[in-house]
């Protein structure tokens, strides 16, 4: 089977049996049956948590699975941003709260996976403090190690120095308005310097420029005999003979580490016990606070500092310490390390042998300088604190463990990471697919070509997008590589002539052009998939670039694959090539997630984390082969539909899929739209909001419009989250906006039409028509969310349900997605449906009915997740191991249905669902019941004969037909057309 990438790259998706040794390693863990994913913050909290737990096992979650909750910035949202490894984020709660929690999971038999976070911290602010200490004493700090700086940059301004973009202007005009702070913390006996809510601290061996022992003033202040003034005196001569902050022997940096905190502490001593010291150092920091400019005292003390404070823009050239993608504020952990490892999971490790923890979800494992080692020796240490054994290199892990890593649909995960798989992106977006019709592809391209009045090939629009965020965003990490480069190049006769710019300009073509997040190179084996990807970025690249000299490309690929003679050992060319590989990650990340996918807006459901906006549609034997090859390589991945990375939630992206299976309607529709919503010119004559951006929002209403009649209060409401959705979308797409370089009078204009058009008395016409088009296309929406949600539950790998989406959830990316659903309404509305499930007399049919006569509440949903994944749980086993077997259809349903089996020894499960069936209901008065009959599922010879449907508990009985054994539908599937059948008949709970 051939799949290709909208890069035009193909790749042969080949069936590499793994070996049965690899198979059964991967049993060890406990697996868990489901996970439901929380989002912890001050706002829900470990309190909260504990109280949700028995409602999450009724539902039918095996486990809860919680963002990271080690603490964090103050205020964050995510957790993403920790500042202490050590300890719990005191906003959701204590280490008494956390018990708590955990004790009430296992008290409903249920298990927690945790987030953890290994790749940066947050820092900035003064709460970090490793981060601190690194710039209070340079490469001399104890925890210098653990952060990937380059001390010695291209720049040489920035020798032995750490470039700290934070300063909101200029760093001549914020020293000049004073805006920098020098303070003394009189009980510690130290100063630091302070903008806003950061904190820099000053290197203990520049206080004397502070102290100034020798001043007038100080001499007035004592006697001539009193032995407090030449205390002082060799106090100040003591700070400036500590060990620089360059230094980095063991036995100097112990030497300085010590004796510093002895001199503050003489200091903090000497000014407690003698005012006229503490006004003196008083007066003295007021008088470098007044001195402003190039040519003052605050500009000679920052100059002797370990960092150099700039400007924030600086950051995109210049910056020398590796970041989580462009963000300032989280800096890279160089995890590889083994005492950065062990300080940063000794927690988490000590949880998991407490027996709080039964698994563990890797954030950013493309962001890891060797991913494949760091599960190695993650299972390593696991397995001595759980087994107290010594566990093999390829060991699997002895709890569940998945990792964050978007893989491309012509890419595998490699069967070398001891992991038990990914979390979800890539079953997202082909089960997604399943409910796009291919075949519209051409006619959605015209009519967005036609209203966007722009044609664009979106391989290009990657490239391209790719360069500008190197250009932009990641310039300075580009050129601590070429800096590295250009030293292995110039160690090299035959390649010393290759300029530093030269060297940079390949590399960036050859980044713009690779066709994977990255390779996973870490030693001389190379594997064939890697070298793969690599010929092709540097072909690519060389085709592409317009250099003189093309054999740098030829140098690059040879340096890549370990292939290049040089006097440069063989370890610093590995290492360039592995820091490469760290670089590609997020310049694909937010070249094609964060700026492609929002310049591309033909159909936004497919524009998503790992997805593939250039390719429409998935055929149902591409999703059959995805499963059958995820059962064999990786039968307990996760598998996802919507996550708080999600740019639009899973039941937001089925009722945007309709508009594939009614292109010519939507065509149709759409122009109207665009005239009945006419936009003002700007001031310069330009059009206020831009044709793309404008058929953007419309996509956007069509996936997130509320299923019940709004007031003005939740109109209002509805409006403030598109607007605040429209902003973000435009600044990501970094075409007329951006989050570095806003317009103010783009940005405008876009709020200004957004308002507009959600206004009931501005434009009461176009909210009429949009909102009788919309509920035209529900019901085969509300109805594609419900198939995948139980492909989803059924399919090869273990589901994971996001915080809310048992209900219906709407919700757009970041931080849209991240509100709290409203868990009360959850809970009632599941006593509910339980009380109405408990009576003796209750007629399924009629449940039926009434669930989908009131569709907008949601309740349909949540009777669709409770009663598979119950189902679920009594069958655990054959989900997790049991067969995939692909069902034909035939009849005249047959192209609009989806159909496999779940088998075991003791069990032969039929799943059934519908799919591109707007046309069955656009329109119709009734549920088109006659349309699914003599449509038949072909089974296996040796399947049973008798099954009964899960949700509408009528039977099904097979016929045979020239040998062979045929299924025909439950009665109940023409109002209700979904099925779960099982067999021995089973009556649901």
Known sequence: MMIESTAGYPLPRESEEQPSETALRRQKAAIPVSTYRLQLNKGFTFAKATRLVPYLRRLGISHCYVSPYLKARPGSTHGYDIVDHGAINPEIGSAEAFDRFVAELQRHGMGLIADIVPNHMGVMGSDNLWWQDVLENGQASGYADFFDIEWHPVNQALQNKLLIPVLGGLYGEILEQRQLTLEFDATLGEFGIYY?????????????????????????????????????????????????????????????????????????????????????????????????????????????????????????????????????????????????????????????????????????????????????????????????????????????????????????????????????????????????????????????????????????????????VMTTLMG??????????GKIANANPKTRDYTLNALREALSEVVACFPVYRTYINGNSIGKKDSQYINWAVEQARQRSRAADKTVFEFIRNILLLEQHSPVSERERLKFAMKLQQYTAPVMAKGYEDTACYRY??????????????????????????????????????????THDSKHSADARARINVLSEIPQQWQEVVLRWRKLTKRPKSKAGRTAIVWDDEYLFYQVLIGTWPLTPMDETTLKDYR?????????????????????????????AVDAFVCRCLDTNTNPMFLREFTEFEKRIRTPGLLNALAQTVLQLTSPGMPDIYQGCELWQFTLVDPDNRRPPDFDRRHQAMERLEAMLAKPD?????????????????????????????????????????DYLKINIQGSGAEHLLAFARKDRNHFVIIVVPRLIAALYIDKAE????????????????????????????????????????????????????AIMSTPPESAP
Not at 476 to 483: F, Y
Not at 607 to 618: F, I, Q, R, S, T
Not at 720 to 748: G, H
Not at 843 to 869: H, P
């Open 842 to 882: 209750q007629n399924r049919l009629q449940l039926l009915r009434s669930l989908l006569a009131s569709m907008e509440d949601g309740r349909i949903k949540l009777f669709v997740v409770m009663q598979t994944l119950r189902f679920r749980l009594r069958h655990a086993a054959l989900f997790q191991t049991g």
């Open 476 to 485: 300075g990490e580009l050129s601590v590589l070429a800096n590295q480069l």
């Open 196 to 468: 806003f809510q950061h904190r820099f601290p000053v290197d203990p061996q520049t206080y004397p420029l502070i102290l100034n022992s020798q001043h007038a003033q100080l001499t007035k202040a004592f006697a001539p005999d009193d032995p407090v003034f030449p205390e002082y005196q060799t106090l100040d001569n003591s700070f400036s003979k500590l060990p620089p902050s360059t230094e980095t022997t063991e036995e100097k940096k112990e030497e300085r580490r010590r004796d510093k905190e002895v001199f503050k502490k003489h200091l903090a001593r000497l000014c407690a016990d003698n005012p006229p010291i503490l006004r003196f150092i008083a007066d003295r920091v007021a008088e470098i606070n007044r001195s402003g400019g190039e040519n003052g005292e605050m500009h000679a003390l920052l100059e002797k500092q370990v960092y150099r404070l700039a400007y924030w823009r600086v950051a995109g050239d210049e910056i020398n310490y590796r970041r989580f993608f462009d963000i300032n504020d989280l800096a890279g952990l160089r995890i590889e390390d083994e005492k950065v490892f062990d300080t940063t999971h000794q927690l988490i490790l000590s949880q998991l042998g407490q027996g709080k923890i039964q698994g563990l979800r890797i954030d950013h494992a493309d962001g890891l300088y060797d991913p494949v080692a760091y599960y190695e020796r993650l299972n390593k240490k696991m397995a001595a604190i759980l087994s107290n054994i010594e566990a093999e290199p390829k060991d699997m892990p002895p709890v569940y463990v998945v990792a964050e890593k978007i893989v491309a649909n012509y890419e595998y995960l490699s069967s070398d990471w001891p992991i038990h798989g990914t979390t979800g992106y890539e079953f997202a977006n082909i089960v997604n697919g399943v409910f796009i019709d291919g075949n519209a592809e051409a006619q959605l391209t015209r009519c967005y070509g036609r209203f966007a009045r722009k044609r664009q090939d979106f391989g290009e629009l990657v490239y391209q997008s790719k360069k500008r």
């Open 720 to 748: 403030e989250r598109i607007r605040a959705y429209m902003i973000k979308a435009v600044r990501e797409a970094k075409l007329y906006t951006s989050w570095i370089d806003p317009n103010e009078e783009y940005e405008q």
């Open 927 to 978: 549920p088109p019941g006659g349309f699914w009959n003599g449509t038949r599922l072909e089974l296996p010879p040796a399947a049973p004969e008798e099954y009964r449907d899960l949700f509408g508990q009528c039977r099904a009985s097979t016929v045979r037909a020239e040998d062979q054994l045929q299924l025909c539908l439950p009665s109940s599937f023409g109002l209700f057309p979904f």
């Open 601 to 642: 807006n033909r159909l936004i459901s497919v524009n998503e984390v790992g997805g593939d906006p250039g390719h429409l549609g998935y055929s149902v034997n591409a999703f059959h082969y995805f499963n059958q090859e995820r059962l064999k390589k990786w039968p307990h991945s996760m598998l996802s539909l919507s």
